[in-house]
RNA sequence: GGGCGUGUAGCAUAGCUGGAUAAUGCGUCGGCCUCCUAAGCCGAAGAUCGCGGGUUCAAAUCCUGCCGCGCCCGCCA
């Protein structure tokens, strides 16, 4: 709680130098209270047993009794070793209440920090639908992008367009060779388009796309076919503007398809950047060049360029390839161009990445410190899997995120209508939707990036504890109490601002409403750590945290109680509602009045 | 074989800049709607934090060895 220590600080600092403790590293320690029932902020007293001949709890004793509280310290003890800090309860309310604890924005556009961010996820080949465990670099990099602008930073979110290369060329060629009938035979093993996606362009293109390489595995087609494809990508290359049109005129309906789902979800992007770009505006010839002159730079046989990496430290296979040896750029090389790009955009460069690109990206970031520049941070995330194991859209084993959005409000559908018989159609629309897209997300972003998890339809589609409409039910009571109080002729605006008189309040503060408090004034001091770490998980926690909290003051502090209005509790229900916005907001959960 | 990551109650996870009684959800058992939305709340049972060693006043957390799982080790993207 870091609007505390900067109170505890300087008197424990005082306290701490009188009985001889020099070591600057007390600062660190002070730290969260484990055990919320002891305080706030808490020192081990273990460091300093050895140093004074004495035991922790005496030593923790004494300086109880040495520090001299102040306004924010409510309460001094001295336990197990430990020295405990907790806030004033009055203390800590005004601080919330008269708006010291900043409460931020998800859609901020301007940066209050002045750190301009260029996040870079998603970045999907436009060749066919999302899948789930595709969706998780989105979702990530999304909710990243909202918690950077919840902190205050400027952020851009970028999408890597792969408009060339063998991919897109293979797109192309089957949509210009193969007819309606020419995909139904060659893929009739299997399952044709989902009725309900017979208008998405990725769900039917993905068809030609999988009839092509079908056949590219098929000896006797393969060798024409190859040849043309190869001609495709090589004119791409080359920076052909009617090949790289054709390319674009295949992918775009698919890459449109692709992005109305994330739109579904909440995912939008500022800008998109065609990996083409740095072919045609010569940055990759430019690249390939000054790689040339590096002096850990080599030549194969046939003439194809690396950079032997071991020089620098990598281990493992050390050639990093930056030139084909018919003298084309491979993907890597122009993605070292993009980055150079993007440095000059921003100050700060965040990749969202699967597990599967680390060695890639390493390989990128010691090429872009060769020719001195910074290395961007990376978010990795581990892969999903179903319970049948790997997710393959070759074997079928996947769940579209378009199937998963439609069960999810469907199953969301259910659930209204049975509990809200009052509701309109349109209204439990509108509820499904949103709460649907906000348990998926949350589902994913709960869980640390770096762990692998397991997909089940079970828990995805639970809207119980633990899960985003647990956190959206919370709101929708606090927003329903403020209803309540308006209805029955309270001004709730009025009462919201105005300025409480808590030296004269003489009232207990429950410790439900304590609780609250606490997590509201931790919200930052979470965030920061989350976003610093790259680690959206933290952030959902501390959300579902605040939600729990809320229930647990709704519980006990009763608002409005006998036609009268409690206004502490009116006032601290109205902010934890700005908080629980927000922070949903900053995770891509909707908020909602009413569900 | 080498590199990177991961292993926590029946299940799924949080915690990993070392600090108190290892937290949460699902599931199990028991309670709470004349009381601001029960998608909620309260209580109970359930854990040798993969295994061994080390560092430390203190290890789920740091180091090391082993074991299991995942990913990578293309002049593919």
New binding site residues.
């Given amino acids: 709680m870091n609007i505390l220590r900067e109170h505890v600080e300087p008197v424990l600092g005082n306290a701490l130098e009188s009985i001889g403790i020099q070591n600057p590293n007390w600062k660190?320690?002070l730290?969260q209270?484990?055990?919320h029932?002891?305080?706030d902020l808490?020192l081990?007293c273990?460091?300093f047993?050895?140093q004074l001949g004495k035991n922790?709890n005496e030593i923790a004793h004494e300086l109880s009794e040495l520090i001299v509280k102040n306004e924010a310290i409510g309460e001094i003890n001295a336990?197990?070793?430990?020295l405990?800090f907790k806030a004033e309860a009055k203390w800590l309310s005004m601080q919330l209440l008269s708006g010291k604890v900043r409460i931020g924005d998800a859609f901020g556009k301007k940066s209050d920090t002045g750190r301009q961010i260029l996040i870079e996820h998603t970045s999907a080949?436009p060749n066919g639908p999302f899948h789930v465990g595709r969706a998780r670099n989105a979702i990530l990099g999304d909710t990243l992008v909202r918690l950077h602008r919840l902190l205050g930073n400027e952020v851009r979110a970028e999408y890597y367009v792969?408009d060339?290369?063998?991919?897109?060329g293979v797109l192309a060629w089957a949509l210009d060779n193969l007819s309606d009938d020419d995909v139904d035979s060659i893929l009739e093993d299997k399952d044709s388009v989902s009725t309900k996606w017979a208008d998405k362009a990725d769900h039917t293109r993905v068809r030609w796309y999988q009839a092509a390489q079908k056949l590219r595995s098929d000896e006797s087609e393969s060798q024409t076919m190859e040849k043309e494809i190869g001609e495709l990508?090589h004119a791409s290359?080359h920076g052909d503007e009617s090949v790289l049109e054709q390319f674009h005129n295949s992918f775009q309906p698919v890459l449109d398809g692709m992005l109305e789902t994330l739109g579904r979800l909440g995912i939008e992007f500022n800008q998109f950047t065609n990996?083409s770009m740095f072919v045609t505006n010569g940055d990759v010839a430019k690249l390939t060049k000054t790689l040339s002159e590096l002096e850990i730079h080599g030549v194969?046989?046939?003439?194809?360029e690396?950079l032997d990496l071991g020089a620098r430290g990598l281990?493992?296979?050390t050639?990093f390839?930056f030139?084909?040896?018919?003298g084309?750029?491979?993907?890597?090389?122009?993605d070292i161009a993009y980055h150079i790009w993007k440095w000059s955009q921003c100050d700060e460069l965040i990749n969202i990445l699967?597990?599967?690109?680390?060695?890639?990206s390493?390989q990128v970031g010691m090429t872009l410190q060769e020719l001195g520049h910074k290395v961007p941070e990376v978010l990795?995330y581990?892969?999903i899997?179903l319970p049948e194991g790997?997710m393959s859209t070759r074997k079928g084993n996947v769940v579209f995120m378009d199937d998963l959005l439609e069960e999810a409000r469907e199953h969301?559908s259910t659930?209204?209508r049975e509990?809200?018989t009052e509701y309109s159609e349109k209204e439990v629309f509108h509820?499904?939707e949103s709460?649907g897209r906000s348990?998926i997300r949350f589902n994913i972003i709960?869980?640390?990036p770096?762990?692998?998890?397991?997909f089940?339809w079970?828990?995805a589609l639970?809207?119980?504890?633990?899960?985003a409409?647990?956190i959206?039910?919370?709101l929708?009571?606090a927003?329903?109490?403020a209803?309540?109080?308006s209805d029955n002729g309270v001004d709730v605006d009025e009462i919201s601002n105005k300025i409480l008189d808590f030296a004269s309040m003489n009232m207990e503060f429950p410790d439900?409403l304590i609780n609250l408090l606490r997590c509201m004034a931790i919200q930052n001091d979470v965030l920061e750590?989350s976003v610093n770490?790259c680690?959206p998980?933290?952030f959902a926690?501390q959300v579902?945290n605040l939600?729990?909290s809320f229930?647990?003051?709704?519980?006990?502090?009763?608002?409005?109680?006998e036609g009268q209005v409690n206004e502490l509790?009116l006032q601290v229900?109205q902010l934890a509602s700005k908080f629980l916005k927000t922070g949903m907001e900053g995770l891509g959960i909707t908020p909602?009045?009413?569900?």
């Fill in positions: 660190s320690m730290a209270s484990r055990e029932s002891q305080g808490s081990p273990f460091p047993a050895k922790p336990n197990g070793g430990y405990n080949n792969d060339m290369g063998k991919q897109v990508v290359e990996e194969a046989d046939n003439g194809a690396y281990k493992g296979k050639e390839f030139k084909r040896g018919d084309s750029s491979l993907y890597a090389t122009r699967g597990e599967d690109h680390k060695l890639q390493k990795f581990s892969f899997k790997k969301a659930i209204v509990l809200r509820i499904a709460v348990a709960k869980v640390s770096d762990k692998g998890f397991t089940r079970e828990e639970a809207f119980e504890a633990g899960s409409p647990f959206m039910y919370s929708t009571r927003l329903s109490i209803k309540k109080c439900s750590r770490q680690r998980n933290l926690n579902l939600a729990t229930n647990g003051f709704y519980r006990d502090c009763k608002i409005f109680y509790y229900s909602l009045e009413r569900m």
